[in-house]
């Protein structure tokens, strides 16, 4: 069981990313998805989830409007489209699954069952 992200970089403030969590070894289809951050020095934090049928999300407070969280179960992924980025949006993202609701999904900051190592996120000039 395996969750492998990739997508990030280094983007200007307003530039654009776009985050992919490929799902290895589960049932996706089973899984609420969800996508944490941590940045240097702050707590970890709940960036957005999406319910295994791709009908509920959540976004942040400090995203909401900028970006958007998909799956394909199909394809077993789950992408986070990110525009208009913030130098506060640097952290290293990672990817997690549980067979939990989005509200759940969000409010354990990533600590569900499987969880990915990461990938780095840096905006700045």
């Known amino acids: 069981v395996q969750l492998v992200e990739s997508g990030g970089g280094l983007v200007q403030p307003g530039g654009s990313l776009r985050l992919s969590c490929a799902v290895f070894?589960?049932?996706?289809?089973?899984?609420?998805i969800g996508w944490y951050r941590q940045a240097p020095g702050k707590q970890r934090e709940g960036v957005s989830c999406?319910?295994?049928?791709?009908?509920?999300?959540y976004y942040s407070e400090s995203v909401e409007g900028r970006f958007t969280i998909s799956r394909d179960n199909v394809k077993k992924s789950v992408t986070l489209q990110m525009n208009g980025l913030k130098p506060e949006d640097t952290a290293v993202y990672f990817c997690?699954?549980?067979?939990?609701?989005?509200?759940?999904?969000?409010?354990?900051?990533?600590?569900?069952?499987?969880r990915g190592q990461g990938t780095q996120v840096t905006v700045g000039s």
């Open positions: 997690a699954a549980g067979l939990v609701p989005v509200p759940v999904c969000i409010a354990t900051r990533g600590g569900l069952e499987v």
């Open positions: 070894g589960l049932r996706v289809d089973s899984y609420a």
């Open positions: 999406i319910n295994s049928s791709a009908n509920d999300t």
